[in-house]
């Protein structure tokens, strides 16, 4: 009997109440996972021991061998899991068992309202490990000891708000859990469904997961001796990390498992890629596109990188030095034989080894996407959830802007749907005679994209042209210069240089309109003055009367609007004025005298700001001057 000291009741934090009662409520259909994310963290804490004893082996205070065990009454309706790992102290207990360390996820649960924390797909976001044990039990008891400290800790909980802590006697090392069962989960409390579940879930883990066997002796006749019991423990998983298994014996549900276990997600992965490299640099790579993302992936502190190991001993989780910031979504496993066993992030930042792993795996990471490509409803999914990200790639990774940009998916007036799936090459194929540019447009929202009026001339001529919405755009469209040897031209910038594609009868028309229009040229520039920084006329709309653009290298309306919002105080850019020589109102601005000229040259103005997406300056002043010539 262990004698209990030092007690105390302490409360969850508000976190973990939420997520406990989303948890139990959400996963109750897939309640056998919580043997799988015990064991996983079991298996982390071998991994840590293994890790820390590198530099003391003192820590396995003789007992080396690193192993899980499970254990269960069928009576008492409990089982029990226990490790040799690393253990806890009181400080950690209350830290790790008590608290979610993971900023953000407040207010992320915040936001889930009564209907979407019924879905169970949200709460793989969080990866529950530990509080999943609630899902089957009613009352959970953790006695725990670190490996560097002689003192041991019992934590116990019914799931409900509190914890109560105390310091136990504690001789082994390690963690042991015991779930006391739920009325109906019972059945787990059973020695073949938990030797079926540690098959399922656990095949691939490094550590050995060890059952208890009875056995009884028999006697002459072969009948079982009653009393004559013998308890051996057997290891029920195949114990081998999966990575150094040759690939043409792991099949799929083995490595969607190992997907689980290291990216602790509830979903299986879109896609993997396992190679080992060998030649100058030796090392095993096993990457997964996982099909959802975490609740963090925007935030600056959310978790990213590959697990990383040394020649098979766990080094850290979240090692972010192999891959660069748009790939931040790939997960996976790193083992390396040539880096040192003591190896810190800090080393990591600075190897030149660990520079050219870098540039290899981000290979691998975009062949493994370029793949997925070929699969497109997969590619869309993955492309609906972490396009954005990848986005930000050109701008990051120059050297593979062309491969990325491959991987781009865009709206365009082709589809017209706000559906991002047309590639570049896609675009390419469909290029007419005689074009020479990959025309785009950015915008705030996809209906001002698709309803600019710069679009209008490319509609009318069948020019296909790609409708940018989402905020990183034009980002994006300043770090990509060309694709396939085509150049890229925003369609709101500079002059349009059409010509190529024009007639000679449609060049001579167009040349002689804006000569006749030379004089309401000058007029309007003179009634617009300041507002504009040039008044010209055009032949990229065919249904609005006007448009405003800027010149060629200038930021773009879209980011500076975002930049200005971010509170980045930018030059003022004076617009340029466009105008339709064919438009009806243009012609009745021609034939207008006095203050109405100047009150219709502003309307025209204003509005062409409007229907790009922008804000007026003066809106009350372009209200009463509309005002004035209706009421005219
Ligand atoms: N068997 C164990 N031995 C030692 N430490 C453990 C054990 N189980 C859990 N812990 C500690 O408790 C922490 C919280 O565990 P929990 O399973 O809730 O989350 P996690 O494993 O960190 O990540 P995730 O929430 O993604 O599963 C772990 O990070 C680990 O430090």
Known sequence: ??????????????????????????????????????????????????????????????????????????????????????????????????????????????????????????????????????????????????????QGVEWRSKGEGEFTIADIDRPARGTEIVLHLKEDAKEFADEFRLKNLVRKYSDHIDVPVRMPKVEKARDEEGNEIDGSETVSWETVNEATALWVRPKAEIDDDEYKAFYK???????????????????????TSLLY??????????????????????????IMDDAEAFLPLYLRFVKGVLDSRDLPLNVSRELLQKSPQVDSMKSALTKRALDMLKKLAKDKEAYQTFWNTFGDVLKEGPAEDYANRDKIAGLLRFSTTHTDSTTQDQSLADYVER???????????????????????????????????????????????????????????????GDLELDDMADEAEKQAQEESAKAKEDLVKR??????????????????????????????????????????AGQPLPEVKPIL??????????????TEGGNFDDLAHILLDQAVIAEGGHLDDPAAYVKRLNTLLSA
């Open 578 to 591: 466009e105008l339709n020589p064919d438009h009806a109102l243009v012609a009745r601005l021609e034939s």
């Open 431 to 493: 290029m007419k005679a005689g074009q020479q540019k990959i025309y785009y447009i950015v915008a705030d929202s996809f209906n001002a994209a698709s309803h600019s009026p710069h679009l209008e001339i490319f509609r009318k001529k069948g020019i296909e042209v790609l409708l940018l919405h989402d905020r990183i755009d034009e980002w994006l469209m300043s770090h990509l210069t060309e694709f396939d040897g085509k150049s890229f031209a925003d369609v709101a910038k």
């Open 1 to 150: 009997m262990t004698t209990a000291t030092q007690e105390e009741t302490l409360g969850f934090q508000t976190e973990v109440k939420q997520l406990l009662h989303l948890m139990i409520h959400s996963l109750y259909s897939n309640r056998e996972i919580f043997l799988r994310e015990l064991i996983s963290n079991s298996a982390d804490a071998c991994d840590k021991l293994r890790y820390e004893a590198l530099d003391n082996d003192g820590l396995y205070a003789g007992d080396a061998e690193l192993r899980i065990e499970i254990e269960h009454d069928a009576e008492a309706g409990t089982v029990t899991v226990r490790d040799t790992g690393i253990g806890m102290n009181r400080d950690e207990v209350i830290q790790n068992l008590g608290t979610i360390a993971k900023s953000g996820t407040a207010d992320f649960l915040k936001q889930l309202s009564g209907e979407k924390q019924k879905d169970a797909k949200l709460i793989g976001q969080f990866g529950v490990g530990f509080y999943s044990g609630f899902i089957v039990a009613d009352e959970m008891v953790v006695r725990t000891r670190r490996a560097d400290s002689e």
């Open 524 to 565: 309007v520039q003179q009634a617009l003055g300041e507002h504009v920084q040039e008044v010209r006329v055009t032949h990229r709309l065919t249904d609005s009367p006007a448009c405003v653009v800027l010149p060629e290298h200038e930021m773009g309306f879209q980011m500076r609007r975002m930049m200005e919002a």
């Open 261 to 283: 276990h290291i990216a602790h997600d509830f979903s299986d992965p879109l896609t993997w890629s396992h190679n080992k490299v060998e030649g100058k640099l030796e090392y």
């Open 289 to 314: 596109l996982p099909e959802r993302a975490p609740f963090d992936l925007y935030q600056r502190d959310g978790v990213r990188g590959l697990k990383l190991y040394v020649q098979r001993v766990f």
